[in-house]
């Protein structure tokens, strides 16, 4: 069975402080990895997809890495709009095998 | 606005009623999944929908669930006779496939309280 464990569960930073969240996974035939960010009482917001080990994304002060057994989304000099619970999902087959999210908090 | 839209956005019932839901994916989607998300967790996988097809479900969807999406367009979730276990967002998402595999586009999903 897939699994998708994210750490930590939460993360406080100072407006500024960049700071790393680690995505590890099992799964048999990996068709995509995916990162979303959500906010509180709304639905996941897709940021990316990586698709092999080495590949890397980025989105104005986010960047996600993949190797073969976790991805790393990097937040570089974040703002307090930043502040939301971020998940990472992979695929194989049709349907997304969650983590529980990484909830970060940005503080000004 | 073209994204994925649930209607209601909240729903309380009491233990026992039936509850239904509503999903309308983006226009030129043929994919479409529904998941469930509890306090502190990432959604979890429902069913899926290829065009009016239900491909996959769940162990998670007991006999009390059922989904729907005819013609392929809208889907429906569907819950009888609800217990307060079932307490939970129903998130909606749909994709479109041409090759590779399709990123999954949420809605707002339905907050349903189970009293």
């Known amino acids: 069975e897939d699994q998708v464990t994210q750490s930590p569960e939460a993360l406080r930073l100072q407006e500024g402080e960049s700071s790393s969240l680690n995505c590890s996974y099992t799964?048999?035939?990996?068709?995509?990895l995916f990162w979303y960010r959500q906010d509180p009482g709304k639905g996941p917001e897709f940021l990316f997809t990586?698709?092999?080990a080495g590949e890397e994304k980025e989105k104005e002060r986010l960047k996600a890495t993949l190797t073969k057994k976790e991805s790393f989304l990097h937040i570089t000099a974040p703002k307090p709009e930043d502040s939301a619970t971020y998940l990472c999902?992979?695929?194989?087959?049709?349907?997304?095998?969650f983590g529980a999210g990484t909830t970060v908090t940005v503080r000004a | 606005d073209t994204g994925v839209s649930q209607d209601p956005r909240h729903k309380i019932t009491k233990r026992g009623q039936n509850v239904t839901f509503r999903c309308d994916p983006i226009?030129?989607?043929?994919?479409l999944y529904w998941y469930r998300q509890t306090l502190g967790q990432g959604p979890e996988f429902l069913t899926y929908?290829?065009?009016?097809?239900?491909?996959?479900k769940s162990r998670l969807l007991s006999d009390r669930f059922s989904a729907e999406r005819p013609k392929g367009s809208f889907s429906t979730l569907e819950i009888q006779h609800t217990e307060q276990g079932d307490s939970a967002m129903y998130l909606c998402?749909?994709?479109?496939?041409?090759?590779?595999?399709?990123?999954?586009?949420f809605g707002p999903g339905t907050r349903l309280t189970v009293l």
């Open positions: 998402a749909s994709s479109f496939k041409a090759g590779g595999s399709g990123e999954q586009f």
């Open positions: 799964v048999s035939g990996l068709r995509g």
């Open positions: 990586l698709y092999s």
């Open positions: 999902a992979v695929q194989a087959g049709y349907k997304l095998s």
């Open positions: 226009s030129e989607h043929n994919r």
């Open positions: 929908f290829q065009n009016e097809a239900q491909l996959e």
